[in-house]
């Protein structure tokens, strides 16, 4: 489903990914783990077409990205591609329902549809009763549920979790890793976790290794 063949990216004189080959099948959940500067983060920032690769291809659901028009490639991003952070970037002026349904307005879905889709996943991630509540007014672990919803809202071919986890305290960060699989499991949903936490790395169908900007 995902397939990255040569990838590299410098930055000035650091060459952080020194040739990538990867492939990341439909329903896997996987984690890239490695100490800091290993070049994960630029992985899965490339991986997310948030940044482009410096050389190599990057196929996504049959789609060569890396060919696509900037307005093309914004387009499959929003349709295709969920993001998740360690911290996780709600607008605080609206409501939990009102965050999850951005990324679909910005895919064109009527507010009917978005806001039905909305509500569908609140309640799939036990959030029906914290929709109209504001980001201020949610727990830490609510506001990463909300931020998986809004990942999930357009449907998205894969989720890209960067430290999703890593804000979270112990209870909030094994509901967090448990609802990756349900979702998974219900929804076949592909996840990349670029993580430092090993018992996230432990859960997950495959690690990927990464040191000095290579793949172990």
């Known amino acids: 489903m995902i397939e990255l063949k040569g990838i590299t990216k410098s930055f000035g004189s650091l060459q952080v990914l020194k040739g990538i080959d990867l492939t990341i099948e439909k329903g896997e959940v996987v984690s890239i783990v490695g100490p800091s500067g290993a070049g994960k983060t630029t992985l899965l920032q490339i991986m997310g077409t948030l940044d482009k690769a410096d050389t190599g291809t990057l196929v996504i659901n049959g789609v060569e990205v890396n060919k696509l028009n900037e307005r093309k490639l914004s387009e499959f991003r929003n349709k295709h591609i969920g993001f998740v952070f360690q911290f996780h970037q709600l607008l605080p002026e609206f409501t939990a329902l009102e965050n999850v349904m951005i990324p679909a307005f910005i895919a064109g879905v009527s507010p009917k549809e978005a806001n039905k889709r ?16 504001k980001p201020n007014e949610l727990s830490g672990g609510e506001k990463q549920r909300v931020a998986v919803a809004r990942a999930l809202i357009n449907r998205p071919s894969v989720i890209f979790a960067d430290e999703p986890s890593g804000s979270l305290d112990t209870q909030n960060k094994e509901e967090l890793h448990n609802l990756f699989f349900e979702l998974r499991d219900k929804l076949q949903q592909t996840f990349v976790i670029v993580t430092h936490d090993e018992s996230l790395a432990q859960l997950t169908d495959r690690t990927i290794h990464m040191i000095d900007g290579v793949i172990k």
Do not use: F, P
Not at 118 to 133: K, N, Q, V, W
């Open 118 to 133: 909305a509500l569908e996943i609140l309640e799939l991630l036990g959030l029906s009763d914290r929709a109209t509540h």
